[in-house]
C-alpha cells in the first residue's frame, strides 16, 4: 500500500484483554497497551474475576466487561456487544 493511501485510510486496531483475577498487573497491561497502541482501543474482558479487576481496568480508562464464566474465548464471545 502506498503512503499516499495510508495517510487517508486510518487503519483501525482494537485490544482485547481476557483476564481473570489480574487486579494487581492489569493497570500496567493496559497502560502498557495504551502507550504503544495510542490509536488502538483497549478492552478489557473479566473472566468472573473474585477480585477487583474489573474496577482497576475501568479507574484505567478502558471499556470493561463482566463474563458470567470463567473460560477465555467464552468471555469475548459473550461480551463482544462493548
Sequence with gaps: MSTEILS?????IAVLVPCYNEEAAIADVVTGF???LP???IYVYDNNSSDRT??????AGQ???????RARAMSCAACSRI
Design 8 to 12: 487517508v485510510i486510518q487503519p483501525k
Design 34 to 36: 495504551a502507550a504503544a
Design 39 to 41: 490509536s488502538a482501543r
Design 54 to 59: 474489573r474496577e482497576v481496568a475501568a479507574a
Design 63 to 69: 471499556l470493561c466487561a463482566a463474563s458470567p464464566c
